[in-house]
DNA sequence: TCGTCATGGGTGACGTGTCACCGACACCCT
DNA sequence: AGGGTGTCGGTGACACGTCACCCATGACGA
């Protein structure tokens, strides 16, 4: 690169827009929801897909797939979980050094009684802000660097599985 | 909330896609920027609010609020990045209880140096993928939730002070 | 049979972020 | 004087995330 052709006016207000944005609403709900509940978003997010999958029985991997997470820190997750009594290990007969992730009871209660709050917050930072033609087009962007990520991956994913990597929070 | 009015089908997919799309895009783009320099995000972010102030220099709350982030965070990230020499602390003069941050010459160099890298990085994970309309649509939306935000702020501002707070990166 | 490689999962150390709390100063009020 | 209250900044403990590395199982070819 030389002479670096540097973000314009427009693509520095976007860019840092998206990033101040994000953060900002991510901020603001992880704290209500840290505050209300006791979950962290991580939490939740393991929750959440645990309890959408039959049983809120999901195999390490899958879960791993699911929120697009990094190994070791989906494990050291499980582990504060599991010490929590959110989630349980269980060994996978099938696959001799598999392993399942269940929902306990009070997993289940915790996730149950965490999403209708939840979901009021997510109302509140941001789609009370949006008319429908917001949420149109945040999809339709979504979609077009989502793609562009799948098509572009080449040795940068955080899930080392390059296939279908799906997304994360109700 | 009575019967939570859950978020149909296409929030679900904008919300998800949020949180999805952002954490991809700042991951993919956080682990070669650590790899290439050496600096983490926040280190990136208070080396470039710095690098924009006259003088390479700011107080403390200055970039509290330019980042838009806590107290405490700012604090342990400025005791870690004067530890490794990228920046420094000097009284203040006016203020006895104040304090400024200013950049080293290891921090000049280490933000000139990975700013080009960066910016192609933001370019290849993200504006490749869009066009100008996606540009023009995302900084409309920015804009509407950020007032939005400012409107609604109650009691829950990560930086305590409510005034001007505006963005991270270029 | 032995090496090797891929996969599923885990550990420990260390950097990062958050929470609760503290110290210093200033301003105001009594 | 004495006591709030607000601001500017910091500490220490602890939770979270990442990196480098390890163990076990199984498939495959020499």
Redesign the interface.
């Known amino acids: 690169?030389t002479d670096?052709?540097?973000?314009d006016e427009?693509?520095?207000?976007?860019?840092?827009?998206?990033?101040?944005?994000?953060?900002?609403?991510?901020?603001?709900i992880a704290?209500?929801l840290q505050q209300e509940t006791g979950l962290s978003s991580a939490d939740y997010a393991v929750l959440v897909s645990l309890s959408e999958a039959p049983g809120g029985r999901l195999r390490v991997f899958q879960l791993r797939v699911a929120a697009?997470w990094e190994k070791t820190r989906l494990t050291h997750q499980i582990t504060r979980m599991t010490a929590r009594g959110l989630v349980a290990r269980e060994p996978c007969a099938d696959d001799p050094r598999g392993a399942f992730v269940v929902l306990t009871d009070a997993g289940w209660e915790a996730i149950t009684s965490a999403?209708?709050?939840h979901?009021?917050h997510?109302?509140?930072?941001?789609?009370?802000?949006?008319g429908p033609g917001?949420?149109?087009?945040?999809?339709?962007?979504?979609?077009?660097?989502?793609?562009?990520?799948l098509s572009?991956d080449g040795p940068?994913a955080?899930c080392d599985v390059p296939s279908s990597c799906?997304?994360?929070?109700?």
């Open positions: 690169m670096p052709n540097w973000l427009r693509e520095q207000r976007a860019w840092r827009g998206f990033l101040a944005v994000n953060a900002a609403v991510r901020g603001r704290r209500q697009d999403a209708p709050r979901v009021e997510v109302r509140h930072w941001f789609f009370d802000a949006l917001h949420v149109d087009a945040l999809i339709e962007l979504n979609d077009t660097v989502t793609r562009h990520l572009t940068c955080p799906d997304d994360v929070l109700p």
